[in-house]
């Protein structure tokens, strides 16, 4: 089989294409041969050590393709089935991997490899984003950063669906274009625009009851400086690097406000939580309300290539690699 490592942290070029003997899996495992591979931005973190792995390491985290093996005590999947995975074990960007049986899910006939292969990371992670740490609704305006990006677009579709006014980021015209056929009530360029200034006039001066916030360091004072008074900074990312640390006084100053800083894998910890959280995702695509747009696809081979444009800001929907 095929296998990316890395067996230090660094660039694109960390990144090696090994073959491998094919592994048998043993008790509660599975061996999936994939079809899709997703790419999502917590592969950049780890890969340049943001998030330190130990060395050497695979990469990828979500993938979608069918049963070649299983081990002795699988009961749940069977040779031949349908399933995708979305967080870990880590070795996605693979031809094969070895995935315990409780952080598989099967994949509905009607739901295509490569959709769910970019797309069930992000959906469950819109998920949480929507309903665990915030309850959505039309009551509701929030601010979504990167809208066009790849859970920007399904989680302000979905918000979209929950009857939120919805006021989405964008770092391009053609993002903002792209973001508004999408759904956002309103797009804001915030490389050519102070997000903070737009937001408070379309909100009449109020502020947001949540902004989602997955930028970090360029953004996250202004973010603050968005919200209404008792509103919820939800931070969940740092795509332009690590935020400064948060006075805490600065939450009373600025209006109450509530700080989170969630991640997935606490989240859907639980086997139940998992099957929750993709099941509604599943649901909602299938509903047609959200979808997963895959603009871009890479070969194996081209991880570096499909690595660069998304840290470079090139892609938008979502990127998948393709064994
Ligand atoms: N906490 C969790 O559990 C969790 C789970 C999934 C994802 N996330 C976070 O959610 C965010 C989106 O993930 P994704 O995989 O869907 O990626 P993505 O949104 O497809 O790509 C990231 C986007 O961030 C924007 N961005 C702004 N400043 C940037 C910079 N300096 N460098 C790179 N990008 C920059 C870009 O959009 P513009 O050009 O429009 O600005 C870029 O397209 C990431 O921060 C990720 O870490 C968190």
């Known amino acids: 089989m095929k ?25 509660n495992e599975v061996l999936v041969q994939h ?88 959906g469950v992670t819109a998920y949480f984003l929507l309903h665990d740490i ?6 509701d305006t929030i601010l979504f950063h990167a809208a066009a990006g790849g859970v920007g677009s399904i989680a302000t579709a979905w918000a979209k669906a929950l009857g939120a006014k919805v006021i989405g980021t964008v770092g391009s015209s053609e993002k903002e274009k792209y973001a508004i056929a999408n759904g956002c009530d309103y797009v804001i360029n915030y490389r050519t625009h102070n997000f903070k200034d737009e937001v408070m006039k ?14 970090g360091k360029e953004t996250i004072v202004d973010s603050m400086d968005s919200l209404k008074r008792r509103g919820l900074l939800c931070s969940f990312g740092n795509a332009s690097g690590v935020p400064d640390p948060i006075n805490i006084l600065d939450l009373m100053r600025k209006g109450s406000l509530y700080l989170t800083r969630p991640t997935l894998f606490d989240y ?56």
């Open 268 to 323: 859907v910890k639980t086997r139940e939580q998992l099957e929750n959280a993709s099941n509604k995702f599943f649901d909602i695509l299938k509903s047609g309300k959200v979808k997963v747009d895959v603009q871009q696809k890479f070969d194996l081979a081209d991880i570096g290539k499909a690595h660069a444009s998304v840290s470079e800001r090139k892609t938008i929907g979502t990127t998948i690699i393709i064994p």
């Open 3 to 27: 296998k990316i490592m890395i067996n230090e942290f660094g660039n694109e070029s960390k990144m090696i294409l090994n073959e491998v003997d094919t592994p048998s899996p043993k008790d």
């Open 35 to 122: 079809k899709a591979i997703g790419i999502n931005f917590i592969d950049i973190y780890q890969r340049t050590g943001l998030y330190p792995l130990n060395l050497p390491s695979s990469l990828g985290l979500e993938a979608s393709g069918v049963v070649e093996a299983i081990g002795g005590d699988v009961k749940s999947f069977n040779v031949g089935d349908r399933v995708c995975y979305c967080n870990g074990p880590l070795g996605a960007y693979g031809t094969h991997n070895l995935v315990p049986e409780n952080l598989l899910v099967h994949l509905p006939d009607e739901i295509e490899f490569e959709t769910i292969a970019s797309g069930l990371l992000k």
């Open 134 to 139: 915030y309850q959505v609704g039309s009551k």
């Open 202 to 215: 379309i909100t009449n001066n109020e502020g947001v009851s949540v902004v989602y916030e997955s930028i």
